[in-house]
């Protein structure tokens, strides 16, 4: 295994953890998570929806091959993450609570850039060119 690819299991295992933990409480309406919801002005069902897509996130990203899923997977997190952020922001919280989404973001972009190849649904500029 390359350091390249040890690097991208680390970064995405961190990433992947992560959404396990926010899904499940998602999920489960863990205390925190439910009173972050209420600030926000966000009804409680879209707990579950976000828990729901943040478990089926991380399992795209997990299993071998389908790299048009992790494609989308990568997006929805990012979609995710860009709105979480967004809404602390506009919903005048202080800078720490925006600041986790936006470190997950870099986790994120981190996990994308390092992928391999088998998880890329184009290998390289050449391929896009071929394609055209």
Same mark, same amino acid.
């Given at each position: 295994m390359s350091g390249r690819e040890l690097?991208?299991?680390?970064?995405?295992? $961190?990433?992947?953890?992560?959404?396990?933990?926010?899904?499940? !409480?998602h999920l489960l309406r863990a205390d925190p998570m439910r009173e972050g919801m209420?600030?926000? !002005?966000?009804?409680?069902? $879209?707990?579950?929806? #976000? @828990?729901?897509?943040? =478990?089926?996130? $991380? $399992? &795209? #990203? /997990?299993? +071998?091959?389908? +790299? #048009?899923?992790k494609e989308w997977a990568y997006a929805g997190f990012t979609f995710n /993450?860009?709105?979480?952020?967004?809404?602390?922001?506009? &919903? @005048?919280? +202080?800078?720490?609570?925006? =600041?986790? +989404?936006?470190?997950? #973001?870099c986790l994120g972009a981190a996990s994308y850039v390092l992928r391999p190849g088998s998880r890329r649904l184009v290998s390289g500029l050449g391929s896009i060119a071929h394609q055209a």
């Open positions: 690097a991208y299991w680390i970064v995405t295992g $961190v990433f992947c953890l992560a959404f396990v933990a926010g899904g499940t !409480g209420q600030t926000l !002005g966000y009804p409680l069902y $879209v707990m579950t929806i #976000l @828990g729901v897509a943040k =478990l089926l996130g $991380v $399992v &795209a #990203l /997990l299993v +071998p091959g389908r +790299p #048009l899923l /993450l860009i709105g979480a952020t967004a809404s602390h922001v506009f &919903a @005048g919280d +202080p800078l720490s609570e925006a =600041l986790p +989404p936006v470190f997950l #973001l």
